[in-house]
């Protein structure tokens, strides 16, 4: 078992370059377009709710989550290809919902669309249920714009 050698905290300007290779190289073309649309939108809101997973100066691992309507939601999780199973998503799912606990959130949703639906099982891992999973055609404030 690999030791627990990252550490999960707040997005910084700096993380910029290596949150944007992590996400281009574990996204589709078609997701990593969308989702950094999103990313700087959230960026220009709120970079409190950016969380990443750092290990020996780099990041492997990036949650944006943003506030709509008065609900926490959880839009994108990508960790690193040669990082995955060891509790990263985990953590950083976490770490945000503490975020979000923080900012007395109505509730706190998943965000489901096309991109993560293979990610959904890591939700359910943590806790989160069916009801917990945002299906609705509403779509959030930072990928409408």
């Known amino acids: ?3 627990c050698t990252y550490q999960i905290r707040s997005f910084q300007l700096s993380d910029y370059v290596g949150v ?5 190289d574990v996204l589709s073309e078609a997701c990593y377009e969308e989702t950094m649309k999103a990313f700087a939108r959230q960026l220009s809101w709120d970079s409190e709710l950016i969380m990443v997973a750092e290990e ?3 990041v492997v691992g990036v949650i944006v989550g943003t506030i709509d309507n008065h609900n926490g939601y959880y839009y994108r999780i990508a960790v690193s290809k040669a990082y995955r199973r060891r509790g990263i998503g985990k953590a950083l799912i976490e770490s945000l919902r503490t975020r979000f606990v923080l900012r007395k959130v109505r509730r706190i949703m998943v965000n489901v669309d096309v991109h993560n639906e293979v990610v959904l099982p890591l939700y359910e891992s943590v806790g989160y249920q069916e009801n917990d999973f945002s299906h609705t055609p509403h779509r959030l404030k930072i990928v409408a714009g």
């Open 56 to 58: 020996d100066g780099r």
């Open 20 to 24: 944007t290779e992590l996400l281009e």
């Open 1 to 3: 078992m690999l030791a």
